[in-house]
């Protein structure tokens, strides 16, 4: 659809913003006394912009048969709504009388006749020194002298110098605020009800004479002025003709008149409408049922190109105020929604309430002056500026937001339906999403849009209904609270809050001060860094206490993103519970934001511990490599440690299950044959960047898989390979070859070790036997020396060890080692590992030579 500022052209004073607040103030006095604009003085540019309603246009029909002398009913009264037309009625018939002779091309088929007219305003007389209402008129008929006296003792002339006042030619007498004049001469207020009775009775009793007079449907002068219209209605309902100038769509037709000189061909308004009138149809209960029916398509057409829903609240419900001025206010202020629109070209094929620009100064003044400056706070808080909440929620929400200005959209339209001066104000749920939904604006955005403007903005209020007040509401009340809650308190519930939110998936550290506060054990650990961390500081890998750190590969480190998003949710949460605690500032809350508080309350405990594990996401791994876990998936990880574990075991740091052939590849390097379990899991748990089983119980099923795979061997006091066995951190793991050898020699190993397992005692011919005695193997100690040479491969050196030096332990024993060894032997094994290890033990070293080969 095309947008309604393509298809339609305001008139020229709309489209330059040249409008002039009088051009819609139409003043019968003004008129008179030849002080109006011209759109009111000259008859032909005053008809080109009226439409001619169906209650205009038989007053003026009845008026002008009246003073053909056809016969009627010669008193009229007007009576609507201030701002209703009735002045604009005036004015029709005064220039259908006083400028036939101009005008008669646009109505010709209307009856002809002349006469007099005589005017009274009452706001532009003077009670105190002016003429009177029967001075005025007799003064313009040119019979001022038959009421001198009268005018001058400011009493009632009676009805038979009013007939002479009168005459016999036809006239038509035009009266207008004559309530207003009556609340002004208080001190003869009596005497205009007499002098209105009178009249009435002397205009209906004489021929071609006619009186159309206005009164107000309520007094806005207070409880005198109440008092004058009660007993003006008395006079004159008892022998009025009630018109409605205006009436049902016909507003709309007045508008549209009065603002644009081409509203756009029958075929696109056609289309807007059929459109709209689609869309509401497939929205079925999301909006009211009213939106749905053919007549309201017909409104539709009626009112383009604005959307009637802006024109009946405004006309409605702000036309309720007294000062408002109904049709003249609404047409007023729509020439400057109008002409703002018009300027910013915003892509839309209606004007629709929501689109009405509260930050333009002169469309916001058209409002603030009949409900009060003390809004314009509330307009600059939620609705629109620079710091506006709702401008604010749109640009954080997204482009789709920004695009259209959900948010302030909406806020926008909750605040035009927030007053009416009768009735209840406010809006609901499906009545929104008329005044905002468009081509392009999906639906469900806007259900998700109110919900964040009811969290965020101060002065929303909702009971069923959605409403703006200068009253606080509970969000204000919480971010009042809220600066008052001390930063010492906040790091102490976020130091709290990340403690209930560490877990007990790895063992946690909370906030330490050094590498010692952070043991050396076998424990999967995460030490969770407090807000302020320097990432470059990771000395907490490298030392422990007094020395270095042995199991690195155990350690993990986690640190905050920004703690800004958690120190406001601890703060929130802390204000909730300060309100809670408040016993008279709950008991002030409206019943709705009582029950808001405690929901709220739940929602800020259960936000809090998200935001925990939201801000931890920047994790140290052992080979200080930082990785960025990124926003988590709500309901995914209940704590920090859960979510640091799941991370490690799906990138597989973490095994659940360990392959037998990965511990092998890792364990042994070339030339290795064997090595205990414990040194096989402890290089898993030192070195930085290897896969580390979840426990020791894993790694142990591992290695029992492993050995009866066939992946290696183990030695346990016996050689398992390919079978079941049971292994514990002290047994030994043999390369498969080496088990397998073992196993084919199990047997011949035995009988070679089992003479080498001695007590020490070489064995004697027994003693012959007493009468009576059971004799049995007696030993005797013996001086045992071993002196061999063994061409031995250095992976069967525990052969030596338990077969022949373990079976003489507990006696004083003497081991002399002469080693002979060729091959790459380093200067650190030498030094480090060979020549430390025998001082270590108390050596006493007769010779040791080392010679380079290639030196000979």
């Given amino acids: 659809?095309?947008?309604?500022?393509?298809?339609?052209?305001?008139?020229?004073?709309?489209?330059?913003?040249?409008?002039?607040?009088?051009?819609?103030?139409?003043?019968?006095?003004?008129?008179?006394?030849?002080?109006?604009?011209?759109?009111?003085?000259?008859?032909?540019?005053?008809?080109?912009?009226?439409?001619?309603?169906?209650?205009?246009?038989?007053?003026?029909?009845?008026?002008?048969?009246?003073?053909?002398?056809?016969?009627?009913?010669?008193?009229?009264?007007?009576?609507?709504?201030?701002?209703?037309?009735?002045?604009?009625?005036?004015?029709?018939?005064?220039?259908?009388?006083?400028?036939?002779?101009?005008?008669?091309?646009?109505?010709?088929?209307?009856?002809?006749?002349?006469?007099?007219?005589?005017?009274?305003?009452?706001?532009?007389?003077?009670?105190?020194?002016?003429?009177?209402?029967?001075?005025?008129?007799?003064?313009?008929?040119?019979?001022?002298?038959?009421?001198?006296?009268?005018?001058?003792?400011?009493?009632?002339?009676?009805?038979?110098?009013?007939?002479?006042?009168?005459?016999?030619?036809?006239?038509?007498?035009?009266i207008d605020e004559l309530v207003e004049y009556a609340v002004k001469a208080k001190d003869f207020a009596d005497q205009v009800s007499a002098f209105s009775q009178e009249l009435t009775e002397v205009v209906r009793a004489r021929g071609r004479c006619c009186l159309v007079c206005t009164l107000p449907s309520s007094a806005p002068y207070g409880e005198r002025g109440e008092r004058a219209l009660n007993e003006l209605q008395k006079i004159f309902g008892r022998v009025e003709t009630i018109y409605e100038p205006v009436k049902g769509m016909e507003l709309y037709e007045i508008i549209r008149k009065r603002l644009f000189d081409y509203v756009g061909d029958e075929s696109t308004i056609k289309n807007v409408a059929q459109s709209h009138f689609e869309m509401y149809q497939k929205m079925g209960a999301d909006v009211p049922p009213k939106v749905k029916e053919v007549a309201y398509r017909d409104k539709i057409e009626h009112a383009y190109p604005f959307h009637p829903e802006l024109i009946d609240l405004l006309y409605e419900r702000w036309g309720s105020y007294s000062t408002f001025q109904r049709t003249r206010g609404v047409m007023a202020l729509l020439a400057w929604v109008v002409h703002d629109l018009y300027k910013q070209r915003l892509p839309s094929p209606l004007i629709y309430p929501s689109l009405v620009n509260l930050e333009n100064t002169k469309i916001r003044s058209n409002f603030i002056k009949h409900i009060g400056s003390e809004y314009n706070s509330v307009i600059d808080s939620d609705i629109a500026g620079r710091s506006a909440k709702s401008q604010r929620i749109d640009k954080e929400m997204g482009s789709e937001y920004e695009k259209y200005g959900i948010a302030k959209n909406i806020a926008t339209t909750i605040f035009l339906y927030s007053f009416t001066s009768s009735g209840k104000s406010g809006i609901t749920l499906p009545e929104i999403r008329v005044a905002i939904l468009r081509e392009g604006i999906p639906p469900t955005i806007v259900g998700d849009a109110v919900n964040k403007l009811k969290d965020e903005l101060w002065y929303l209020h909702t009971d069923g209904v959605y409403r703006f007040t200068t009253q606080p509401n509970l969000n204000r009340v919480i971010v009042e609270r809220e600066q008052t809650i001390t930063s010492e308190k906040t790091v102490e519930e976020t130091r709290k809050a990340i403690q209930n939110g560490a877990g007990s998936d790895l063992q946690c550290y909370l906030w330490p001060k050094s590498h010692a506060d952070i043991p050396d054990d076998q424990n999967l650990k995460l030490a969770i860094l407090p807000p302020e961390f320097d990432k470059e500081n990771l000395e907490?890998?490298?030392?422990?206490?007094?020395?270095?750190?042995?199991?690195?590969?155990?350690?993990?480190?986690?640190?905050?993103?920004?703690?800004?998003?958690?120190?406001?949710?601890?703060?929130?949460?802390?204000?909730?519970?300060?309100?809670?605690?408040?016993?008279?500032?709950?008991?002030?809350?409206?019943?709705?934001?009582?029950?808001?508080?405690?929901?709220?309350?739940?929602?800020?405990?259960?936000?809090i511990n998200f935001e925990v594990i939201s801000a931890y996401r920047h994790l140290a791994l052992p080979e200080k490599v930082w990785k960025d876990l990124g926003t988590p998936t709500i309901g995914l990880s209940s704590s920090i440690s859960e979510r640091v574990k799941n991370y490690l075991l799906q990138e597989g740091r973490i095994l659940r299950e360990i392959s037998p052939q990965y511990i092998f590849n890792k364990a042994f390097g070339e030339g290795e044959g064997e090595k205990r379990v414990e040194n096989i899991y402890n290089l898993f748990l030192r070195?930085?960047?290897?896969?580390?089983?979840?426990?020791?119980?894993?790694?142990?099923?591992?290695?029992?898989?492993?050995?009866?795979?066939?992946?290696?061997?183990?030695?346990?006091?016996?050689?398992?390979?390919?079978?079941?066995?049971?292994?514990?951190?002290?047994?030994?793991?043999?390369?498969?070859?080496?088990?397998?050898?073992?196993?084919?020699?199990?047997?011949?190993?035995?009988?070679?070790?089992?003479?080498?397992?001695?007590?020490?005692?070489?064995?004697?011919?027994?003693?012959?036997?007493?009468?009576?005695?059971?004799?049995?193997?007696?030993?005797?100690?013996?001086?045992l020396a071993i002196r061999a040479k063994v061409p031995l491969p250095w992976n069967f050196w525990s052969n030596i060890f338990r077969g022949v030096i373990q079976p003489l332990q507990g006696d004083q024993l003497r081991i002399t080692i002469e080693v002979e060894a060729e091959g790459e032997i380093d200067e650190n094994t030498i030094n480090l590992k060979i020549k430390e290890t025998l001082n270590q033990i108390g050596a006493e070293v007769e010779r040791f030579n080392v010679v380079d080969v290639d030196e000979g």
């Fill in 540 to 607: 907490f890998f490298d030392k422990a206490g007094s020395g270095f750190r042995a199991n690195r590969n155990t350690l993990f480190l986690i640190g905050m993103d920004s703690h800004e998003s958690l120190s406001m949710a601890i703060k929130n949460w802390l204000a909730l519970k300060s309100i809670e605690k408040d016993p008279d500032l709950s008991q002030s809350l409206a019943p709705q934001d009582k029950k808001d508080l405690k929901e709220r309350i739940e929602a800020a405990k259960s936000n």
């Fill in 1 to 174: 659809m095309r947008s309604w500022w393509e298809v339609a052209t305001p008139v020229k004073e709309i489209r330059e913003g040249n409008i002039r607040e009088d051009i819609f103030a139409a003043d019968l006095g003004d008129v008179v006394d030849g002080k109006a604009p011209l759109e009111y003085i000259d008859a032909v540019t005053f008809f080109s912009r009226t439409y001619l309603t169906e209650g205009l246009n038989n007053l003026l029909e009845d008026v002008l048969s009246i003073l053909a002398g056809n016969g009627g009913n010669p008193v009229i009264q007007l009576k609507t709504p201030f701002g209703g037309g009735k002045t604009h009625a005036l004015l029709a018939l005064y220039h259908v009388i006083k400028n036939r002779d101009k005008i008669d091309h646009l109505y010709p088929d209307l009856p002809k006749t002349s006469a007099k007219v005589v005017v009274f305003v009452g706001t532009k007389q003077d009670p105190l020194k002016g003429r009177t209402p029967w001075g005025e008129m007799a003064y313009q008929l040119g019979r001022y002298d038959f009421v001198k006296e009268h005018d001058d003792k400011r009493i009632s002339p009676g009805k038979d110098v009013l007939s002479k006042v009168l005459g016999d030619e036809p006239l038509l007498i035009l």
């Fill in 687 to 783: 070195t930085p960047g290897l896969s580390i089983p979840e426990n020791k119980e894993i790694f142990l099923d591992a290695i029992k898989t492993g050995v009866k795979g066939k992946k290696f061997g183990l030695e346990d006091g016996s050689i398992y390979f390919g079978e079941d066995c049971s292994p514990t951190m002290e047994s030994i793991v043999l390369r498969p070859e080496i088990a397998e050898q073992k196993k084919e020699k199990k047997r011949e190993d035995q009988d070679i070790e089992r003479p080498l397992v001695l007590d020490r005692e070489i064995p004697q011919p027994p003693a012959p036997p007493e009468r009576g005695e059971v004799t049995g193997k007696q030993v005797k100690r013996k001086k």
